[in-house]
């Protein structure tokens, strides 16, 4: 079945500083890759997705990279902020097959030292 | 506009009860779906549905676990006979077709005591 491996699983940056998240998806027929913010005993909220007929996608402070042919995806945060500090999760779906379901990646604890 | 609604927020039950965990979706979406979030873990798939029907249960527990989404009313995960392996976060999410982003409700913390 789909699998997504996600890396690191912890990342400790310094204010300012960059932070880049990876993950790896299995299934080549995704084609919906959202990433999911999530603070302690808060719900996953959606800050970006890309999909597949795109290679890339910016919102300020925050980038997505789709690398389809390795089946590779990665989060970009710059200019990190101690707000920015949570459990970041990458997914992936395959939009107009038989479900829509998301399969997450394992987790990256993002730790933003002031 | 509201966004996911879950309850309860928190869920105690003793070996052997049952649990009802209710999801209403955000105004306008007709496609719920249930992820199981276990202590430091990822969010795991369980179940799709739209109204009156399920698309996907391939993430459900084979036994003790049900979904439904009425037509009227909220959707609800049934999980019977609960043991301590249930304890957990369940989150809802919905969309307004199955095609677009997801978005996910506060979830419900079941502790299995």
């Known amino acids: 079945g789909e699998n997504v491996e996600q890396h690191p699983s912890t990342l400790s940056v310094q204010e300012g500083d960059s932070a880049v998240i990876k993950c790896t998806y299995s299934d080549s027929a995704s084609n919906y890759f959202p990433w999911y913010k999530q603070e302690l005993g808060k719900r996953p909220q959606l800050i970006i997705d890309?999909?597949?007929?795109?290679g890339e996608k910016k919102d300020q402070r925050i980038a997505v990279t789709l690398n389809k042919t390795a089946k590779h995806f990665s989060l970009h945060i710059t200019e990190t902020q101690p707000e920015d500090s949570a459990v970041y999760f990458c997914a992936a779906s395959m939009i107009g097959g038989a479900t829509n379901k998301l399969i997450f990646g394992t987790g990256t604890l993002l730790a933003v030292q002031p | 506009n509201a966004g996911v609604m879950q309850n309860p927020r928190h869920l105690v039950r003793r070996r052997g009860q049952e649990a009802r965990l209710r999801c209403s979706p955000m105004?306008?979406?007709?496609?719920v779906y249930w992820y199981r979030q276990l202590p430091e873990e990822g969010l795991k798939f369980m179940v799709y549905?739209?109204?009156?029907?399920?698309?996907?249960e391939s993430g459900m527990p084979k036994e003790r676990f049900s979904a439904e989404f009425p037509k009227e009313g909220p959707s609800i995960l049934r999980i019977q006979q609960v043991v301590r392996g249930d304890s957990a976060a369940y989150f809802c999410a919905s969309s307004p077709w199955g095609g677009n982003e997801q978005f996910f409700g506060p979830g419900t913390r079941l502790t299995v005591l």
């Open positions: 105004k306008g979406h007709s496609h």
């Open positions: 549905l739209q109204k009156e029907n399920i698309i996907d």
């Open positions: 890309i999909r597949s007929n795109v």
